[in-house]
């Protein structure tokens, strides 16, 4: 066994606690249970002082005698002794490696332990919340997309490297960006872009943006991984680095970027660590469309499923001020979206020498 | 000795006319196994043997021609019925040998089961089949001298060629079919005509619920042996203990279709106080024929519960089917037609056979329902001018119109239903319970494709394991009632579910209130065993029972299975393929009972379409089905409470390890706790359940369970409950 630091001393400790607390009531002859914080919209809350969304109280029991719930109760604690194991040898694996680790056939039944890995991904974020304990921490990391490019040099695992040479890929954001992983060496960049679609990302990186503009930019393939999202969080705090978000005009963009500020329902618990509260919205605004001239043939019709996410983003509590509500209800309006890439209708590089620092220059943003 | 029959059934006429000649002209043998002998030309038969020459009638136009139509008018009534059926015997069963062997036995049987119940009698039946050519295999390898069977059949005209067998299909050859009734026998002078007359019997002329109609069975196979082997019938009948027995042989003149006694001796001592044997050898094909042979008789068995049977088969363990009730079905009284349901051509018939002066004496005479005062009606409707009587209307067809328009237009009460006898839902639930004990012990069967429409296997069973295993435990046998020591969490019977060798079947059955067609009151009856080893997979087991005789073949074109099909099963939980038998592990009996069931050929195979018995066949199904819908569903919470323990018990093993590993302690003891707190949980949650909504049939907590009470509180639950649902209803 590796000798553990501190941190995974601690995790291993808790997931002790957490069997012995289950032997302890079944030898008491009572129905054995875990306790898990609920993760859902629910239980989750709008801290406004802190501009961050975040669990609220409600807890779940999760019994073992209870035909609905006895295979996750089960689930958890193979989860719980693959992290274990884990933690206690010092290695790091991918959720998908935990669900093949976890995987196997119930005694001579036909049944497995999990069938898909649909089935394990949220045991595991259960078991975060259960033990308060980060991914990390369990020795887990999720599936790595993501990439970044800018004038700055990090130590990534001890080794330098310069974001300034990394070519057309730019470099890949892993999934765990930890101060003992990543750690910023020197920079002269003035801002963070963060750009929701590789594609419109890479535009950027070949019109050499960021060195016109000194600025670090990433791109998270849709909805930014953890890995991505607690570096731009890093970027922001430590480096006091604005963050502004670039993402389509459509629900699904205005929800990456109220991920990116206040932190997702699904992991509330680790908003802190995660949300930038003060990230700006600098695009694709749903009145760019008048203001850039798109034509209309560029636009998409909104499906029902997109007004009815839209409505319901003016219920979210940060997105309460007037200029979201306005926001918004134009987006409704119109009964239209538009993909970053439809400015290209108005030049290929309209993105990049336009389009962005007119924005930046007039500071057309939201917050 | 008889002519020889043989020559006499190759016998064409040349040119023929008449009623049903096209027919005659374009059958030929169904199969080449039909020995044509040499030389005998239809022709020169035909011309060779004219021995009644009619005399000639005047010729008005072409006299040489119309002097042969008269030839061959006279030799048609002569020969038309046996030569008729020999030339299409597959209108009555006899298409091919395996197929032959089951019609040869059903015949018997339907006789001796229509005797033994007219006679008021419990019918004791045996059925034996023998192989000949595996018995003379046997007495040649044991040294004994060969019975002179083959020569006694050259002897019999000798015109059976001796390279027929040469001909036979593989399982083909000779066998001896014997049935044997402890009916009232038949009267001596009776029994040449019975057996070697086409078109003789007594439930022709009658309207009333039995299962011979037409006075053709027997005999027709009668000449299907003498044609295939030459061998006649042979006869034992004895009607009382102070009479004797006579023992006869008879063969078919079928050119004159007239008995030939080559046999007639009174036996000294024959073990029957009364009953009829009858014995024929014909060429059939043992391997093939008998999975129908089998079938038949279980569902024979099946549908008559007052019946003993006894079958001998060739190579193995005689069977019995013993009856499940010493009560003779309901004696089935004989009507009159209904006006209704009489044909033009038929009201001609019954007209010209009255023997009443006037109209309205035949209509209250031959028909049932008709008072004076609704023939008074009739008449008045019609409208006749002047004076009609009865032979007046035989004679013209104009005023036979009339008058059926007449009866067709007059309102005339339905006909009377006493001569209907169903099985009856207690005895078709003894019948179906009798008959699972038997296939379930009886093993599985191997069964080849049957390229006939026969329904596929008797008994698919799921595992024929598990049957066998069965046998070995005798103390088994009987339907048990009340949970039983079967698995570890023996659910209670339910109401309906009977416990044969270790299998729960639910049984269910639905008799409907008599109804009519065309005039023909008939009465449906549907039946289900649902469950025990019949396989979930594949399409019900579909039992089609016409008067209490099961009909095997020609599955897709009977009205029964079309009213079955168009029934939505998916309603009573089973699923069901568009345009299919449900699937689903069940049998589903379907009993017509008619005066006249309306068949869709004379093999009686098949029931005629009519909208109104599909109609009543699908009430019944879905009244049977509400009570299949609601065993499911009680069976479905039943299995779903074993399911949850059995889930628990699957959980425990790798909950207990992960807890130990991440402990570092062993997971025995662990495990060990669990499986306590599971039993204490468990228990708690049925005690709770039964208190608030009682399920009717539910697990048993485990014996070693601590307080006994929870079993008899939820068994108390369980007779209330059928009650209140009584209430709700
Ligand atoms: N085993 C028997 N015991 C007493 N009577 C019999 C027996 N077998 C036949 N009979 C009498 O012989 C008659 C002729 O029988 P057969 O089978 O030829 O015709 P069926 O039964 O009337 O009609 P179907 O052609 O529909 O069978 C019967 O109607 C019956 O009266
Ligand atoms: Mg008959």
Redesign the interface.
């Given at each position: 066994m590796a000798r553990m630091d501190a941190v995974s001393k601690r995790t291993a400790q808790k997931?002790?606690k957490?069997?012995?607390q289950?032997?302890r009531a079944?030898?008491g002859?009572?129905?054995?249970f875990v306790e898990i914080p609920v993760r859902s919209l629910a239980n989750v809350r709008f801290d406004p002082k802190k501009r961050i969304v975040q669990l609220g109280g409600q807890r779940q029991k999760r019994y073992?005698?209870n035909?609905a719930m006895?295979?996750k109760?089960?689930q958890t604690?193979?989860v719980?002794?693959a992290c274990?194991?884990l933690v206690e040898s010092g290695k790091t694996t991918s959720i998908r490696d935990l669900y093949y680790i976890t995987k196997h056939t119930?005694?001579e039944?036909r049944?497995n332990?999990f069938e898909e890995q649909d089935e394990s991904d949220p045991i595991i974020e259960d078991l975060e919340v259960a033990l308060d304990a980060l991914r990390e921490e369990l020795h887990l990391f999720a599936s790595r997309k993501g990439s970044m490019v800018g004038p700055v040099t990090i130590r990534d695992s001890g080794d330098t490297i310069d974001l300034r040479r990394m070519g057309s890929g730019g470099w890949a954001v892993p999934s765990i960006v930890e101060e003992n992983v990543i750690e910023f060496v020197r920079h002269e960049a003035r801002y963070v872009l963060l750009i929701e679609k590789d594609a419109v990302w890479t535009r950027f990186n070949e019109d050499k943006f960021w060195k016109r503009e000194r600025c670090i930019i990433l791109q998270g393939g849709g909805q930014p991984p953890r890995g991505v999202r607690r570096l731009v969080q890093r970027l922001h705090q430590e480096l006091k680095l604005p963050v502004y978000v670039l993402v389509d005009n459509d629900p699904w963009g205005f929800y990456i970027y109220s991920v990116m500020k206040q932190g997702s329902i699904n992991l509330a618990y680790e908003s802190m660590r995660m949300a930038v509260p003060d990230a700006r919205f600098v695009g694709l605004s749903s009145f760019d469309k008048d203001k850039y001239q798109l034509p209309g043939n560029v636009a998409i019709k909104m499906d029902d499923g997109d007004v009815s996410r839209a409505k319901q983003m003016l219920a979210y509590p940060w997105f309460k001020e007037a200029r979201w509500q306005r926001e918004i209800q134009e987006m409704i309006r119109s009964g239209v979206k538009f993909e970053l890439e439809a400015l290209s209708r108005r030049g290929i590089s309209f993105v990049t020498e336009e389009y962005l620092p007119r924005k930046l220059k007039e500071k057309d943003w939201l917050e | 000795m008889a002519r020889p029959a043989v020559r006499q059934l190759e016998l064409v006429p040349a040119e023929p006319a008449g009623r049903k000649p096209a027919r005659l002209e374009v059958a030929r043998p169904p199969r080449a196994g039909v020995p044509v002998p040499a030389g005998a030309g239809a022709g020169g038969a035909a011309g060779g043997e004219a021995p009644e020459r009619a005399a000639a009638a005047p010729a008005p136009r072409a006299p040489k021609r119309r002097a042969t139509a008269e030839q061959m008018a006279q030799r048609q009534r002569e020969i038309s019925i046996s030569e008729f059926f020999t030339k299409n015997r597959h209108l009555l069963g006899f298409d091919n040998p395996s197929k032959a062997l089951l019609t040869t036995i059903k015949e018997a049987v339907d006789n001796s089961l229509d005797a033994c119940e007219e006679a008021g009698i419990l019918p004791e039946i045996t059925v034996e089949v023998r192989d000949l050519g595996y018995e003379s295999g046997l007495r040649r390898a044991k040294g004994q001298a060969e019975e002179p069977a083959p020569e006694r059949a050259r002897g019999a005209g000798g015109h059976h060629p001796p390279d027929a067998r040469s001909d036979l299909s593989k399982g083909e050859g000779r066998f001896v079919v014997v049935v044997e009734d402890n009916g009232p026998g038949i009267v001596k002078a009776q029994v040449p005509k019975i057996f070697g007359k086409l078109l003789y019997g007594s439930k022709f002329h009658r309207l009333k619920q039995s299962r011979g109609q037409q006075g053709i069975g027997i005999s027709a196979a009668a000449m299907y042996g003498q044609l295939t082997t030459g061998q006649p019938i042979r006869v034992v009948s004895r009607t009382g203990k102070a009479r004797p027995a006579h023992l006869f042989e008879i063969q078919i003149d079928t050119r004159k279709n007239d008995p030939v006694v080559t046999r007639d001796d009174e036996l000294r001592e024959w073990h029957q106080e009364h009953g009829t044997r009858v014995e024929l050898e014909i060429v059939a094909n043992w391997q093939q024929g008998q999975k129908f042979v089998n079938r038949y008789v279980e569902h024979t068995a099946l549908a008559n519960p007052h019946a003993t049977v006894h079958y001998l088969r060739p190579k193995q363990e005689r069977l019995t089917f013993p009856r499940a009730t010493d009560e003779l079905p309901k004696e089935a009284l004989e009507i009159r037609p209904h006006p209704h349901g009489v044909e033009l051509g038929a009201l001609m018939l019954m007209a010209a056979e009255s023997r009443s002066h006037d109209l309205k004496g035949f209509l209250g005479s031959s028909f049932s329902r008709v008072s004076p005062a609704v023939a008074d009606e009739i008449l008045k409707a019609a409208a006749f001018k002047g004076r009609v009587r009865p032979r007046d209307l035989a004679e013209d067809r104009h005023l036979a119109e009339s008058l059926h328009r007449a009866i067709q237009a007059t309102k005339i009460m339905a006909p009377p239903t006493n001569c209907l006898s169903p099985i009856g839902d207690a005895l078709m639930k003894k019948g179906l319970v009798s008959f699972l004990q038997v296939i379930e012990s009886e093993g599985p069967q191997e069964d080849g494709d049957g390229q006939l429409d026969l329904d596929h296997a008797t008994k698919r069973r799921a595992t024929g394991a598990s049957s066998r295993k069965a046998k070995v435990q005798p103390d088994e046998a009987g339907p048990e009632r009340a949970g039983g020591s079967g698995g570890p969490y023996p659910p209670d019977l339910e109401e309906g579910v009977e416990k044969i060798k270790g299998h729960n079947y639910f049984i269910a059955t639905v008799t409907r209130p008599p109804r009519v067609y065309r005039g023909n009151p008939f009465q449906v009856e549907v039946g289900l065993a649902y469950g025990g080893s019949w396989p979930a997979d594949k399409p019900i087991e579909l039992f089609r029972f016409a008067n209490r005789v099961p009909l095997l073949f020609q599955r897709g074109a009977c009205g029964v299975t079309e009213a079955v099909v168009k029934t939505d099963w998916r309603n009573y939980l089973l699923s069901q393929p568009r345009g299919s038998l449900p699937v689903g592990p069940m049998a589903l009996l379907v009993h017509v009972a008619s005066v006249w069931v309306p068949f869709t050929s004379e093999s009686k195979e098949a029931v005629a379409h009519y909208p109104e018995i599909i109609r009543e066949i699908q009430l019944a199904a879905q009244e049977c089905g509400r009570k299949l819908a609601t065993h499911i569903r009680k069976r479905q919470h039943a299995d779903y409470q074993a399911q949850?323990r059995s889930?628990?018990e699957?959980?425990i093993?790798?909950?207990a390890r992960?807890?130990g590993?991440?402990?570092g302690k062993s997971p025995v003891p662990?495990q060990r706790?669990?499986l306590?707190?599971?039993e204490?949980?468990?228990e708690a949650e049925l005690e709770e359940r039964s208190e608030t909504a009682p399920p009717a049939s539910g697990p048993r907590p485990r014996a070693e369970a601590p307080g006994a009470r929870a079993p008899k509180d939820a068994s108390e639950k369980v007779s209330r409950n059928p009650r209140r649902r009584d209430e709700d209803e």
């Amino acid at each position: 066994m590796a000798r553990m630091d501190a941190v995974s001393k601690r995790t291993a400790q808790k997931i002790e606690k957490l069997a012995e607390q289950v032997m302890r009531a079944v030898k008491g002859g009572k129905n054995p249970f875990v306790e898990i914080p609920v993760r859902s919209l629910a239980n989750v809350r709008f801290d406004p002082k802190k501009r961050i969304v975040q669990l609220g109280g409600q807890r779940q029991k999760r019994y073992f005698f209870n035909v609905a719930m006895a295979k996750k109760f089960m689930q958890t604690f193979l989860v719980s002794d693959a992290c274990k194991e884990l933690v206690e040898s010092g290695k790091t694996t991918s959720i998908r490696d935990l669900y093949y680790i976890t995987k196997h056939t119930i005694g001579e039944t036909r049944q497995n332990t999990f069938e898909e890995q649909d089935e394990s991904d949220p045991i595991i974020e259960d078991l975060e919340v259960a033990l308060d304990a980060l991914r990390e921490e369990l020795h887990l990391f999720a599936s790595r997309k993501g990439s970044m490019v800018g004038p700055v040099t990090i130590r990534d695992s001890g080794d330098t490297i310069d974001l300034r040479r990394m070519g057309s890929g730019g470099w890949a954001v892993p999934s765990i960006v930890e101060e003992n992983v990543i750690e910023f060496v020197r920079h002269e960049a003035r801002y963070v872009l963060l750009i929701e679609k590789d594609a419109v990302w890479t535009r950027f990186n070949e019109d050499k943006f960021w060195k016109r503009e000194r600025c670090i930019i990433l791109q998270g393939g849709g909805q930014p991984p953890r890995g991505v999202r607690r570096l731009v969080q890093r970027l922001h705090q430590e480096l006091k680095l604005p963050v502004y978000v670039l993402v389509d005009n459509d629900p699904w963009g205005f929800y990456i970027y109220s991920v990116m500020k206040q932190g997702s329902i699904n992991l509330a618990y680790e908003s802190m660590r995660m949300a930038v509260p003060d990230a700006r919205f600098v695009g694709l605004s749903s009145f760019d469309k008048d203001k850039y001239q798109l034509p209309g043939n560029v636009a998409i019709k909104m499906d029902d499923g997109d007004v009815s996410r839209a409505k319901q983003m003016l219920a979210y509590p940060w997105f309460k001020e007037a200029r979201w509500q306005r926001e918004i209800q134009e987006m409704i309006r119109s009964g239209v979206k538009f993909e970053l890439e439809a400015l290209s209708r108005r030049g290929i590089s309209f993105v990049t020498e336009e389009y962005l620092p007119r924005k930046l220059k007039e500071k057309d943003w939201l917050e | 000795m008889a002519r020889p029959a043989v020559r006499q059934l190759e016998l064409v006429p040349a040119e023929p006319a008449g009623r049903k000649p096209a027919r005659l002209e374009v059958a030929r043998p169904p199969r080449a196994g039909v020995p044509v002998p040499a030389g005998a030309g239809a022709g020169g038969a035909a011309g060779g043997e004219a021995p009644e020459r009619a005399a000639a009638a005047p010729a008005p136009r072409a006299p040489k021609r119309r002097a042969t139509a008269e030839q061959m008018a006279q030799r048609q009534r002569e020969i038309s019925i046996s030569e008729f059926f020999t030339k299409n015997r597959h209108l009555l069963g006899f298409d091919n040998p395996s197929k032959a062997l089951l019609t040869t036995i059903k015949e018997a049987v339907d006789n001796s089961l229509d005797a033994c119940e007219e006679a008021g009698i419990l019918p004791e039946i045996t059925v034996e089949v023998r192989d000949l050519g595996y018995e003379s295999g046997l007495r040649r390898a044991k040294g004994q001298a060969e019975e002179p069977a083959p020569e006694r059949a050259r002897g019999a005209g000798g015109h059976h060629p001796p390279d027929a067998r040469s001909d036979l299909s593989k399982g083909e050859g000779r066998f001896v079919v014997v049935v044997e009734d402890n009916g009232p026998g038949i009267v001596k002078a009776q029994v040449p005509k019975i057996f070697g007359k086409l078109l003789y019997g007594s439930k022709f002329h009658r309207l009333k619920q039995s299962r011979g109609q037409q006075g053709i069975g027997i005999s027709a196979a009668a000449m299907y042996g003498q044609l295939t082997t030459g061998q006649p019938i042979r006869v034992v009948s004895r009607t009382g203990k102070a009479r004797p027995a006579h023992l006869f042989e008879i063969q078919i003149d079928t050119r004159k279709n007239d008995p030939v006694v080559t046999r007639d001796d009174e036996l000294r001592e024959w073990h029957q106080e009364h009953g009829t044997r009858v014995e024929l050898e014909i060429v059939a094909n043992w391997q093939q024929g008998q999975k129908f042979v089998n079938r038949y008789v279980e569902h024979t068995a099946l549908a008559n519960p007052h019946a003993t049977v006894h079958y001998l088969r060739p190579k193995q363990e005689r069977l019995t089917f013993p009856r499940a009730t010493d009560e003779l079905p309901k004696e089935a009284l004989e009507i009159r037609p209904h006006p209704h349901g009489v044909e033009l051509g038929a009201l001609m018939l019954m007209a010209a056979e009255s023997r009443s002066h006037d109209l309205k004496g035949f209509l209250g005479s031959s028909f049932s329902r008709v008072s004076p005062a609704v023939a008074d009606e009739i008449l008045k409707a019609a409208a006749f001018k002047g004076r009609v009587r009865p032979r007046d209307l035989a004679e013209d067809r104009h005023l036979a119109e009339s008058l059926h328009r007449a009866i067709q237009a007059t309102k005339i009460m339905a006909p009377p239903t006493n001569c209907l006898s169903p099985i009856g839902d207690a005895l078709m639930k003894k019948g179906l319970v009798s008959f699972l004990q038997v296939i379930e012990s009886e093993g599985p069967q191997e069964d080849g494709d049957g390229q006939l429409d026969l329904d596929h296997a008797t008994k698919r069973r799921a595992t024929g394991a598990s049957s066998r295993k069965a046998k070995v435990q005798p103390d088994e046998a009987g339907p048990e009632r009340a949970g039983g020591s079967g698995g570890p969490y023996p659910p209670d019977l339910e109401e309906g579910v009977e416990k044969i060798k270790g299998h729960n079947y639910f049984i269910a059955t639905v008799t409907r209130p008599p109804r009519v067609y065309r005039g023909n009151p008939f009465q449906v009856e549907v039946g289900l065993a649902y469950g025990g080893s019949w396989p979930a997979d594949k399409p019900i087991e579909l039992f089609r029972f016409a008067n209490r005789v099961p009909l095997l073949f020609q599955r897709g074109a009977c009205g029964v299975t079309e009213a079955v099909v168009k029934t939505d099963w998916r309603n009573y939980l089973l699923s069901q393929p568009r345009g299919s038998l449900p699937v689903g592990p069940m049998a589903l009996l379907v009993h017509v009972a008619s005066v006249w069931v309306p068949f869709t050929s004379e093999s009686k195979e098949a029931v005629a379409h009519y909208p109104e018995i599909i109609r009543e066949i699908q009430l019944a199904a879905q009244e049977c089905g509400r009570k299949l819908a609601t065993h499911i569903r009680k069976r479905q919470h039943a299995d779903y409470q074993a399911q949850r323990r059995s889930i628990f018990e699957l959980y425990i093993e790798e909950v207990a390890r992960a807890l130990g590993k991440i402990t570092g302690k062993s997971p025995v003891p662990i495990q060990r706790e669990f499986l306590r707190v599971a039993e204490a949980v468990t228990e708690a949650e049925l005690e709770e359940r039964s208190e608030t909504a009682p399920p009717a049939s539910g697990p048993r907590p485990r014996a070693e369970a601590p307080g006994a009470r929870a079993p008899k509180d939820a068994s108390e639950k369980v007779s209330r409950n059928p009650r209140r649902r009584d209430e709700d209803e």
